[in-house]
């Protein structure tokens, strides 16, 4: 196990390095146009564009490149010349109201997707089942955007109960950071839930026609057993892959969410950065988002094999 | 063998089981009786759908569907197995009656370990049994059956195990209670032909030394050949021939169980041209002829099959050999084929 667990992580350091790669290759040497412009953005006077031109060293080998870039990212050295501001530091500020925000809206989405999920396969075909699922399918097809202007309208606008926006940190004010985050919790969270009750009550019905459940119930444990032991523990295996997944994605910013609560994180930054394409800012985000999406890959990979035995790759076979 | 009424363990009457279905009732078992004694072996053969297996999972309760009809009587001693209730019915399942299905590729849950597994069985029914009496059980029951290395086996999960060992892991699991009936739901299908004989041979062994009471369900003669006391021959969810081993093989009565007979492959005969088949295929349950179900393919139907017969005695001498076909028994062995 620990030898497949450093390979996996090794396997993640040749990802990043991938990744990296080709974020060096979109941004500066792909497009056909001068990178030292692009990159100076809309700002651009010459005497920045020549400076730029020098610092990131365009007229070095490729490889050289690259690595002026690398060390600029990981050195905190990255400027946004549109702003006028250290990048890094930008990204670091922004992490508190970003994982804030996963955090708490993937502890809704997990419980009630996996409740609502868990409830709808029990009574499949019946009531709960069908209202159930006029609720997933509801928040399924809600675009984010729309059930945010709803909840700023009635929760914010209209009777004040919550905050409009912005973030406060939870070490300055613990019931303040509540307050504010609630309604993008919900907002976030509605999509999810939709997806993950849908999935885990196919994943269950499915799980009931199989012979080993036939069997549970054949060597006569309880219903209840039969259900717990059998049915969801099996169910549960892809929601860990989907969960992780949809958490190292949403790490990296959630663009929408953040933009239109104000909540200043990196999904905000990057939001405004498009809008200015300003590049230091969009690359420096891309390879944050890559971390996280690499790293909960990983992750998934690592839970997979202690949830699935049958996942060991390789182990034998060296 | 054991004599038929003599110390019957478990008695089925009239088991019939229903299914409604957008295209109506489908009636997939349709009248079935029979008894079985400790230590007996009764083979249950048939095709695909001729209601094998719906019978033996309404016996111990796990034919669940809210459309299925189940009518009839199951008794197993004392006890009324189709009026029992859901409780009653989990604490004879895997304890008094024990089940073994046919692909031990999916049976087993591939998360868990065998021995868990096993012990599961076990603490389902004797809660006083801890984890490790019940790992120290499971590693008997795996020696029981021919596993070796048991001590480091039970820690293995199913995926480890190949197809035959996986059976016998089953079998074992089946044995975990010391059951007084075992089911065994064409155990041996999915095995390749060595395994087979190996698993067959296990189960006439259990059932020597232990007494156990087995129903098998295959749709493969040999496999009854092998191992069978009694045979009933099931056909579009009737039973149409029910004997003793040798009446059926030696003085089959019903064109169909000859026509199952004739398409075994036997090194003791000269090897036919091609190999004999029942021509025809199983009628729809949902559509069957009226009178004899078997009238479509019999090639010696005649004016009376419409009617349908019942499961008599027709043979002055063999009462316990049934059938439900009209011919005489005397143009019956002319018309056999030998």
């Excluded at chain 1, 060597?219 to 259900?227: A, F, H, P, Q, Y």
């Excluded at chain 2, 969810?237 to 398409?263: A, N």
Aim: proline residues 5%; charged residues 20%; hydrophobic residues 45%.
């Amino acid at each position: 196990m620990s030898r497949f667990v450093v390979r996996r992580l090794l396997g993640m350091v040749a990802v990043l390095f991938a990744v990296s790669v080709i974020v060096f290759l979109v941004f500066n040497v792909i497009p056909s146009s001068d990178p030292a412009q692009r990159m100076a953005g809309k700002a651009a006077t010459p005497r920045l564009v020549a400076s730029i031109e020098d610092e990131w060293g365009f007229d070095d080998p490729l490889p050289q490149q690259y690595l002026t870039m690398m060390k600029k990212v990981f050195s905190g050295e990255l400027i946004s010349y549109f702003g006028r501001e250290n990048v890094d530091e930008r990204i670091v500020e922004g992490i508190p109201a970003t994982f804030s925000l996963c955090v708490g809206a993937a502890t809704i989405w997990l419980f009630f997707g996996l409740l609502f999920g868990y409830l709808s396969a029990m009574r499949a075909g019946g009531t709960l089942d069908r209202a159930l699922t006029v609720v997933a399918v509801t928040g399924l097809s809600m675009p984010v955007p729309f059930i945010a202007a709803l909840f700023l309208n009635y929760f914010t606008y209209k009777t004040e109960i919550f905050p409009s926006g912005g973030y406060v940190e939870l070490t300055a004010d613990p019931l303040e950071w509540l307050d504010h985050l609630i309604v993008p919790w919900i907002t976030l969270a509605i999509l999810y839930v939709g997806f993950y009750s849908r999935v885990l009550r196919s994943n269950m019905l499915d799980a009931m026609n199989e012979d080993y459940v036939r069997t549970a119930r054949a060597k006569g444990l309880s219903e209840r057993r039969v259900i717990r032991g059998h049915v969801l523990r099996n169910s549960l295996i892809p929601i860990v892959t989907l969960f992780g997944l949809d958490v190292g994605v949403l790490l990296g910013g959630a663009i929408v969410i953040e933009g239109l609560f104000s909540l200043n994180g990196i999904g905000q930054y990057a939001y405004e950065s498009l809008k200015n394409v300003d590049l230091p800012p969009i690359m420096a985000i891309t390879l944050f988002g890559a971390f996280f999406i690499v790293l909960f890959n990983a992750l998934v990979d690592i839970a997979y094999a202690f949830l699935d035995p049958r996942v060991k790759l390789g182990e034998s076979a060296q | 063998m054991s004599a038929v009424g003599a110390n019957t363990l478990l008695s089925v009457r009239d088991l019939r089981v229903g299914f409604n279905t957008e295209g109506g009732l489908l009636q997939a078992v349709d009248g079935v009786s029979f008894d079985l004694a400790a230590g007996e072996v009764l083979a249950i053969v048939g095709e695909s759908g001729a209601g094998k297996s719906v019978t033996a999972q309404t016996i111990l309760g796990l034919t669940r569907s809210p459309n299925a009809r189940i009518e009839g009587t199951v008794r197993l001693g004392e006890t009324d197995l189709l009026g029992a209730g859901d409780e009653a019915m989990r604490s004879i399942r895997g304890d008094r009656v024990a089940m073994v299905f046919q692909d031990p590729m999916t049976s087993f849950n591939p998360v868990y370990r065998i021995g868990r597994q096993i012990g599961e069985a076990i603490r389902a029914h004797r809660r006083d049994v801890s984890k490790d009496e019940a790992r120290e059980r499971a590693v008997e029951l795996l020696d029981a059956v021919g596993i070796p290395d048991g001590e480091r086996r039970v820690d293995a999960y199913p995926h480890e195990f190949s197809g035959g060992m996986r059976q016998r892991a089953m079998i074992a699991m089946a044995l975990a209670l010391d059951p007084e009936v075992l089911i065994a739901d064409e155990p041996t299908t999915a095995l390749d032909v060595t395994v087979q004989a190996q698993i067959l041979q296990l189960i006439e062994r259990l059932n020597r030394e232990r007494g156990l009471a087995t129903i098998l369900i295959t749709h493969d003669l040999g496999v009854v050949a092998e191992t069978a006391d009694r045979v009933l021959v099931m056909y579009a969810g009737r039973v149409v021939e029910e004997g003793t081993l040798e009446e059926i093989f030696y003085d089959p009565q019903h064109p169909y169980t000859w026509g199952l007979l004739g398409s075994l492959t036997r090194l003791d005969r000269e090897r036919p041209k091609r190999l004999p088949q029942i021509g025809g295929v199983p009628p729809s349950l949902l559509d069957l002829p009226a009178g004899c179900s078997f009238r479509p393919r019999c090639p010696h139907a005649f004016d009376r099959c419409a009617e349908l017969p019942g499961l008599d005695a027709r043979l002055p001498d063999a009462p316990g050999h049934r059938d439900r076909c009209w011919l005489d028994p005397e143009t019956k062995r002319e018309r056999r084929p030998s």
